[in-house]
């Protein structure tokens, strides 16, 4: 069964940076592509960023520039870095792998207000 436990979430002002951390419990962590996904109130789940496991990554375009996905494959932990953060990035955020496995941890709650 994989587990998959994000952390970091927190409430920040607009302009703010928060990191989020996901540790996996799977063996060959690195084969596998890792994404960041997040959902607001009312919306569907979103994927905002992707990390393959040759380390090139992808952005959602509303947040290229401001976030940084990252791995340290040693510690099955991938990253995110927000930065400059906005009203509109509030949400739950979850990381899985990409494309997405059944099963989803708990995901960490980020809100952005002043």
């Known amino acids: 069964q994989v587990q998959l436990v994000e952390s970091g979430g927190g409430l920040v002002q607009p302009g703010g940076s928060l990191r989020l951390s996901c540790v996996a419990s799977i063996n060959i962590f690195s084969i596998y592509a890792m994404g960041w996904y997040r959902q607001a109130p009312g919306k569907q789940r979103e994927l905002v960023a992707l990390i393959t496991s040759g380390k090139i990554t992808h952005y959602q375009d509303s947040v290229n520039g401001r976030f940084t996905i990252s791995r340290d494959n040693a510690k099955n932990t991938v990253y995110l870095q927000m930065n400059r953060l906005k009203p509109e990035d509030t949400a739950v955020y979850y990381c899985?792998?990409?494309?997405?496995?059944?099963?989803w941890g708990q995901g960490t709650q980020v809100t952005v207000s002043s």
């Open positions: 899985n792998f990409n494309p997405p496995h059944d099963s």
